[in-house]
């Protein structure tokens, strides 16, 4: 049911070959309280019956939610999330994954910091994490999973440390005003790890909170991209976060700027030690931990990072 007296949300929904899990994703929407917002799914050209289930669970539910389904060929996730971000009419957009599902009381604990913080323009929280029958696995997927620190993401300059140098978002756990995505250009596209390019581009800007809310359940099952141990597939997804690290290190004052620099070096140490070269990784080391340093050592300019390209 729709609200006038709450901001829309636009709960948008990439889904591709998660015939097992999308159901229960899309349920979860409707299970959340928040009484005004929309559901936008995009099949992404899934090979399983992702589509089908989709179609079933559209039908049965289509006079419970505003709904909006599309199914094409497959883009990639960051052309999806593009796609699905211009359908949306929410003034907030709540990314979301067809193998995770959102927690009832997150939109609205997400809306209200929005509301409450006009200078943000996007919030993360924390997820708990499951298995792929839907058991808990651990309680945070920030603190437990990843291995992050909570307390660093209290601050601006905390939160900027975070996203650089201990990627800790465990799934979609983010809510987005629309003109901060305007702002940044939206998501990469042609990118795998096209979330920390976002983020990196937002944090940048003191744009990014955060809430020690579990607002989604990140799902743990063989198919994560993110936690693959094909050996190939793993480097390539380090080479183009080297990338990213190298391209975003000009949106950065110091010693943003420096860290970022740094982590890149570290992440090129991870590929020489996949790679079996002990001589680059030796290299990768000690620029990683002389530009660290130096990061430490550099005094905060007092600016604020510069607009995204």
């Not at 006079?63 to 929410?90: F, H, K, Q, S």
């Not at 809306?111 to 058991?135: C, E, F, M, T």
Request: hydrophobic residues 40%; proline residues 4%.
């Amino acid at each position: 049911m729709m609200s006038d007296d709450v901001p829309l949300v636009s709960v948008l929904i990439p889904a591709f070959n998660h015939e097992r899990f999308v159901q229960r994703c899309l349920d979860s929407v409707l299970e959340d309280p928040y009484p005004a917002k929309e559901l936008i799914v995009i099949d992404d050209g899934s090979t399983d019956r992702t589509a089908e289930r989709i179609a079933d669970w559209v039908a049965t539910h289509c006079m419970d939610i505003p709904i909006e389904y599309v199914r094409r060929e497959n883009r990639g996730i960051a052309a999806t999330l593009n796609e699905l971000a211009a359908r949306a009419n929410g003034e907030f957009l709540r990314p979301g994954a067809s193998d995770d599902y959102l927690l009832p009381g997150g939109l609205d604990a997400q809306v209200r910091y929005l509301l409450a913080h006009p200078d943000k323009g996007a919030v993360i929280g924390d997820s708990v994490v499951v298995d792929q029958h839907g058991n808990r696995l651990h309680d945070s997927g920030m603190g437990l999973l990843r291995g992050g620190s909570k307390s660093l993401y209290r601050s601006d300059d905390g939160i900027r440390r975070a996203i650089i140098s201990h990627w800790a978002i465990g799934g979609p756990v983010a809510l987005m005003r629309r003109s901060a995505l305007d702002t940044v250009d939206r998501w990469s596209e042609g990118l795998r790890i096209e979330d920390w390019d976002l983020f990196l581009r937002l944090a940048a800007r003191d744009a990014l909170g955060f809430i020690d809310v579990s607002v989604c359940a990140y799902r743990i099952h063989g198919a994560n991209l993110s936690r693959t141990r094909h050996t190939a597939t793993r480097i390539g997804n380090l080479a183009e976060s080297r990338q990213v690290a190298l391209r975003r290190a000009c949106l950065f004052d110091e010693p943003y700027r420096t860290l970022l620099r740094a982590q890149a070096y570290h992440i090129g140490a991870k590929i020489a030690f996949l790679q079996g070269q002990p001589w680059s990784l030796a290299q990768n080391l000690l620029a990683w931990s002389w530009l660290w340093l130096l990061s430490k050592l550099r005094p905060a300019s007092g600016r604020h990072g510069v607009e995204a390209a």
